[in-house]
């Protein structure tokens, strides 16, 4: 069973940092790509940031140079730093896990930034 168990959202004024965690099992996590997505009230799901299994990297505009994508293939766990958070910023942020057609969401995790 495919599990993405997400943590580390909460409330955080406007400039803070919060860091989210997003746990696997079930899979072998380290062929596959993993991502962060939002979505806020009324809006689409959107990108936010995505590491492959390589390493690499890419990030919204909206997030690039204050939020920062790592993994952890030991832990089966992705990371998502976030700084300078602003009121924008406020979704539920969810887990992806990509490979080839296989596709995992986790459950999500709300961010909220007061101004």
């Known amino acids: 069973q495919v599990q993405l168990v997400e943590s580390g959202g909460g409330l955080v004024q406007a400039g803070g940092s919060l860091r989210l965690s997003c746990a696997a099992s079930g899979i072998s996590f380290s062929i596959y790509a993993m991502g962060w997505y939002r979505q806020a009230p009324g809006k689409q799901r959107e990108l936010v940031a995505r590491i492959l299994s390589s390493g690499s990297t890419d990030y919204a505009d909206s997030v690039t140079g204050r939020f920062t994508i790592s993994r952890d293939n030991a832990k089966n766990t992705v990371y998502l730093q976030m700084n300078s958070l602003k009121p924008d910023d406020t979704a539920v942020y969810y887990c992806?896990?990509?490979?080839?057609?296989?596709?995992?969401w986790g459950q999500g995790t709300q961010v909220t930034v007061s101004s």
């Open positions: 992806n896990a990509h490979f080839l057609t296989l596709n995992y």
